[in-house]
Nanobody, 133 residues
Framework: AVQLVESGGGSVLPGGSLRLSCAAS????????MGWFRQAPGKEREWVSS????????YYADSVKGRFTISEENAKNTLYLQMTSLTPEDTADYYC??????????????????????????WGQGTQVTVSS
């Protein structure tokens, strides 16, 4: 069974940094598109970033571009989100998501366009990030 387990959330001061991790299992990590979403209280879940694992191509929401970096460690089946210059507006529950079981030819164009929660089939339980002074 597909499993995604996030870790690394916590509380941080404005301007600080955090690195989130997502341990993946139950599918071929190297053939997947992996994403990060976040959901603030009272708001809809929003896409943050994605990466096509086999190509390393990355995609970012404008709100985090230049501050967040998505990366992966294929040997450990682990996805990361390095977050810097955090602001209170970044406060949210952060979720790891996987787009899997797609052909090698289709995964890149699908990952490039995947921005909605419904584009990803599997989810972690989330990890909370609070940015506050």
């Amino acid at each position: 069974a597909v499993q995604l387990v996030e870790s690394g959330g916590g509380s941080v001061l404005p301007g600080g940094s955090l690195r989130l991790s997502c341990a993946a299992s139950g599918f071929t990590f190297s053939s997947s598109c992996m994403g990060w979403f976040r959901q603030a209280p009272g708001k809809e879940r929003e896409w943050v970033s994605s990466i096509t694992i086999n190509s390393g191509n990355t995609y970012y929401a404008d709100s985090v571009k230049g501050r967040f970096t998505i990366s992966e460690e294929n040997a450990k089946n682990t996805l990361y989100l390095q977050m810097t210059s955090l602001t209170p507006e970044d406060t949210a529950d952060y979720y790891c998501a996987a787009l899997v079981f797609v052909s090698r030819m289709a995964i890149e164009p699908m990952c490039r366009q995947a921005r909605r929660p419904g584009d990803f089939g599997y989810w972690g339980q989330g990890t909370q990030v609070t940015v506050s002074s």
